[in-house]
C-alpha cells in the first residue's frame, strides 16, 4: 500500500533551518504532485510548497524566500529546505501526494512531523 513517511523535523532557534524529507513508497512517485502543509495548535491545515509532477513550484507568501521544495524521483522522496525559521512556523508538517485521474483523484498523506521554532 501507499505510505509517505516524514522525517527532519525538531527543535530549532529562530533563524534556524531544517530539512524535512517524505519518502514514498508504494506508488509511482514521478506521477504525483507533492505538497507540504502545516498545521499550528487551534488553526486549520494550510499549504506550505508544493512541486507538480513537472517540477512547477508553488509557496505560501510567508514562506517565499525562506522555504524550497524540491523532489528526487530516483529517491521517491521531496524536500522541504527551510531556513531564516520563526516562531510562527511552529506546526505539525504533513506530506500530500496528489494525482487527478478522469473521476476524482488519489489523494495520500504522511503521519506528519513536528516542528518548533523557540529560543
Known amino acids: 500500500q501507499v505510505q509517505l513517511v516524514e522525517s527532519g523535523g525538531g527543535l530549532v532557534q529562530p533563524g534556524g533551518s531544517l530539512r524535512l524529507s517524505c519518502a514514498a513508497s508504494g506508488m509511482i512517485f514521478s506521477w504525483y504532485a507533492m505538497t507540504w502543509y502545516r498545521q499550528a495548535p487551534g488553526k486549520q491545515r494550510e499549504l506550505v510548497a508544493g512541486?507538480?509532477?513537472?517540477?512547477?513550484?508553488n509557496y505560501q507568501d510567508s514562506v517565499k524566500g525562506r522555504f524550497t521544495i524540491s523532489r528526487d524521483n530516483a529517491w521517491n522522496t521531496v524536500y522541504l529546505q527551510m531556513n531564516s525559521l520563526k516562531p510562527e512556523d511552529t506546526a505539525v508538517y504533513y506530506c500530500?501526494?496528489?494525482?487527478?485521474?478522469?473521476?476524482?483523484?488519489?489523494?495520500?498523506w504522511g503521519q506528519g512531523t513536528q516542528v518548533t521554532v523557540s529560543s
Open positions: 512541486i507538480s509532477s513537472g517540477d512547477m513550484t
Open positions: 500530500n501526494a496528489h494525482r487527478p485521474l478522469t473521476t476524482g483523484a488519489l489523494d495520500y
